[in-house]
């Protein structure tokens, strides 16, 4: 009885899932883990972050009620309508740094997972290169024009944001009484030996570079 | 739930049609309404459109749902007629803003003006791509679509701060102590020794109040939430069953000494509060 539906893309079940679950309580999503046991990983991310999304209470820290777009809202929108429209010359679009390679590949449409992938990456490799974990010298240029290819980009522009020191942790560091930290970077090619999702193909063709790059 | 509504009459001729499979490999259709009111927009001229766009009275007569915004401005588009995109786009914009806005409300400030322009942008982006079939499921049913984005980002913006700590405490000072996963080591915390109520007594008023906000570690509170909130299992024997313990991909133990953990700072802060 239960619809395996291989076939079926993820964006499609989940929004199934968000419309047709009230809340996504356990017993719905086994349900629907059961139906599409392929995207188990996916679905309970997807649950748990709705649930909290529901009901962790706001910060309050939103600006007033009001409905009405700001003027910082209007820029926003005329802008990013302009860049879709490739209005933008390449030297314009140099203007608009990237503030996130996750971002940037949720924009153009592809989940955390789907990103990597295209990257020949694994999501927590990508996430590190994304927060500047490691060091610039280190990255082969391969994975610099792999970024640029995937998310339509100058490869100068992912090359300037991977070249940047890594971010404070401003909202990470809950502990009260210490500042803000640094966080450490590692060699890329120690951080591929390391990682525990990278398919053994990849992770060899990716230390093959290391003696390339020596 | 059906994922369109059941409409035996063709797509109008005028309009195009979708092209995205639903799940069961039939093409997704609009509501019939949906295309009347797009097929009623297109004859006005650009301002008038504009105008009636305006209108936020679901029960006023060429009121245009926010199904057919997103189809005019993928036609407006298409054709290259930049100011009514604009136009119609802002209006759109702006009936969503609001609750955009409430559901990331309990990200930090620091993440939340961020992750709403990427819920802005990435609904744009999809809403203009005439190459895929992004934008269709935006026309049949819009709310749902822009709930699901609005996830996504909030998934990846939670999983990115978690990451960040999570390379923290890496980086932590050798011999830093943590109470997670030592094996077999007893519990250190105090509270530990309180058992974790299995029928979930626990104090509505704890739940969802702004003592959640005050518990430190995010994962505690999270799972604190999705135990007795949404009622995820710490663990179970079914391989199948979504567990606490496999999400946070820690031990059962370690995640009863959490649950135990924010229930005693909950009951703590509860009585600061009461007692002022």
Known sequence: MANKGRGIKLDDVLDAFVAE???PLATSLTEWIQKY????KELTEFAVAWSLMEFIPTYGSTDSDDETLTQNDIVFISDLLKKTRNEYSSVESERNPITSLMIEGRIVGFSIDEFADKVELSAALARKLDRHLIQYITIPLRVIESFAHVLKREVVSIARYLSLPPNFVSSASYKADQPPSMLPQENFFDAVRDDLELT???RARWLAFEHKEK | MEETSIDEDPPDPLIH???????DGSILKRDRKIDTQIVGALVLEPAVL?????????????????EALVYLIREFHRVGSNDIVDCLTKVLIERCKIIIRGWLGSLDKAEFEDAYRDVISQLIVSILDLESTRGDYLQVRFWYALKRRTIDLYNHY???????KAVLSLSELPGEDSREDVGESPDTFPSTSVMVDTSRQIERTIIGSDGLNAIADPNHRDAFILYHKYGLQIESNDPKMPTLSKHFGKTPRTIRNWLAETEENLNKWRERENHG
């Open chain 2, 50 to 66: 504009c105008e009636r766009a305006l209108n936020t009275s679901n029960v006023t007569p060429g009121y245009l749902q926010e």
């Open chain 1, 37 to 40: 046991p392929q995207y188990t």
């Open chain 2, 17 to 23: 049609p979708l092209t995205r499979q639903k799940r």
């Open chain 2, 158 to 164: 939670t999983k990115a701060i978690n990451f960040d």
């Open chain 1, 21 to 23: 679950v009230d809340l």
């Open chain 1, 200 to 202: 053994e193909e990849r």
